[in-house]
């Protein structure tokens, strides 16, 4: 029998790989263990091509943006040539961070000691460095990391080894490419941190099983059925479509619907997972992506990403609607967070044992058995 003891094999989350009518979910080391977040760190994170935000957040020459992925220091930029650059925020000299939080700039300067670097990289200046041996300022640069866009969205790949961005979403981009988010531009962005485990996060937004009750009072009732047909897709991809209202108070449109969505009905709804952390819910007049950020074993940022075609900008009631929108995405989220924090909660809980799966955790199901499949070798060797 499955418990919650902390013996790291692949004997001790077998259970999940059964058919669903007789699987059951994992013991919460998978959840807390910092050996675990390490292997997902290395085996995932540092592997998958990641998606930070939008083009119009670095949409001029010198805007930029500086993250954090799970301690591995980013930089995203537009050069002076309107080429998106990527690179590890660490300068060359100690390592120390040349850009912070998001801007425009000219140059970036190591707030340490003065070296400069220009926006394609390239270091211009070095203070007090003329007489190091064998080291040429010409040549020194930060290091580059793969970067690429899809559909309006940026993403970086820290493997050397990666393959071509429109590989990695082919699967995605067919499924809904038909959405037009190129045509689409942000209008609002919600960013919170959450007590738990990433992957909680991430399976939560794949539970179709919780609707209906935790969110009765906000989206769930407007959720037409939960009995749905899931799309699994390799690399842990889920995709399904259905009936349901909009993402606003009273579930109706506050827009219309997307003009190349004209054909579908108000109430369209499709969602899709690409993994490891890319939630997406779009409805027929928006584009709303959830990302979950892993901080800690127990800890985890959501940033929540609502799109809009740019021809709505201009709506009398723009202002007043999107607020109307955000209203309705905190009150649901604070919904979720609850349980997600009680869930980790019961991850490191005594008397924890993984319970068995229902019918309506399809998706919950599949990328489960695909993250475990990336970190096997750590419970291999446990």
């Not at 699994?232 to 619907?257: C, I, N, R, W």
């Amino acid at each position: 029998m499955m418990d919650g003891s902390n013996t790291k094999s692949l004997e001790a989350v077998r259970g999940v790989y059964a058919p669903i009518s007789r699987a059951r979910h994992l013991p919460g080391y998978i959840y807390n263990s910092p050996e675990i977040f390490q292997a997902e760190k290395e085996l995932i994170f540092m592997k998958d091509w990641l998606c930070l935000g939008r083009v119009e957040e670095v949409e001029n020459p010198g805007d930029y943006m500086a993250l954090r992925i799970m301690g591995e220091p980013v930089l995203v930029c537009r050069d002076q040539e309107n080429r998106i650059n990527a690179f590890a925020n660490v300068c060359r000299h100690r390592g120390v961070e040349v850009a912070q939080g998001r801007g425009n700039t000219k140059e970036f300067m190591c707030p340490y000691h003065g070296w400069l670097y220009n926006l394609t990289g390239k270091l211009v200046g070095a203070p007090y460095m003329k007489e190091a041996e064998n080291f040429d300022v010409s040549t020194c640069q930060l290091r580059s990391v793969h970067s690429g866009v899809w559909a309006g969205w940026v993403f970086v790949n820290f493997d050397d080894n990666a393959v071509p961005l429109e590989t990695y979403v082919a699967d995605f981009d067919q499924r809904f490419s038909f959405l037009r988010q190129e045509d689409c531009r942000l209008a609002d962005k919600y960013e919170a941190d959450f007590d738990c485990n990433w992957k909680l996060l991430v399976e939560n937004f794949l539970d179709w099983y919780h609707v209906g009750t935790l969110h009765i009072g906000t989206i769930g009732r407007f959720v037409k059925t939960l009995e749905i047909d899931m799309d699994l897709k390799s690399k842990g991809g889920v995709f399904f479509t259905y009936d349901a209202g909009a993402q606003t108070p009273s579930g109706e449109l506050l827009f219309g619907k997307m003009p190349w969505l004209s054909d579908k009905p108000d109430r369209f709804s499709t969602t899709g997972l690409l993994s490891p952390n890319f939630n997406f819910f779009a409805r027929a007049e928006n584009v709303r992506p959830f990302f979950v950020w892993p901080l800690a074993p127990n800890r985890c940022r959501l940033s929540i990403m609502t799109l809009f075609p740019k021809e709505y900008f201009g709506h009398p009631k723009f202002a007043e609607n999107i607020e109307l929108y955000r209203k309705q995405l905190v009150k649901t989220t604070e919904e979720d967070r609850f349980m997600v924090e009680s869930l980790q909660n019961a991850m490191q809980a005594k008397n924890y044992q993984p319970g068995p799966m229902s019918k309506l955790e399809k998706g919950v199901h599949h990328f489960i058995k695909h993250n475990l499949d990336r970190i096997s070798p750590i419970l291999s060797s446990g």
